[in-house]
């Protein structure tokens, strides 16, 4: 998927934000799981993302890595967002499931798969 689609299905689940803030929610999802320990799934994600997030995800250092579970998940995004944290459960989830939405099949089972289980969650869209 490329960025505009990505960015219009974002806008499309957040109830049609601006290109901007969906972007900037796209950007927050991502550094933070940039920061998640995920077995280096991120980096496999990136290989399928277009340019500008996939960059955002290979800066993650993975000796600076941390475990950390959905409810910090979605406190980051707000933080980096500027969102309260009820908004943020909802766009984390609306961001990164289409984050998964726009990979392969087979990256987005490996992707799934490396998320904790409280993260699965935020990585389905099935309302």
Not at 52 to 71: I, N, P, S, T
Request: no cysteine.
């Amino acid at each position: 998927m490329q960025t505009p689609e990505l960015i219009e299905l974002v806008q499309d689940r957040t109830g049609n934000v601006s290109s901007k803030v969906a972007n900037d929610v796209l950007m927050a999802v991502l550094e933070t799981l940039a920061e998640r320990n995920l077995g280096g799934a991120q980096q496999h994600l990136a290989g399928e993302l277009p340019v500008e997030y996939a960059d955002v995800l290979r800066r993650g250092d993975a000796k600076a890595q941390e475990e950390f579970g959905a409810a910090e998940l979605v406190r980051r995004v707000a933080e980096r967002a500027g969102i309260a944290e009820q908004q943020s459960q909802t766009w984390t989830r609306a961001t990164l499931s289409a984050l998964v939405e726009s990979v392969s099949t087979g990256q987005r089972d490996e992707f799934v798969k490396a998320l904790p289980d409280d993260f699965y969650p935020y990585a389905m869209w099935d309302v």
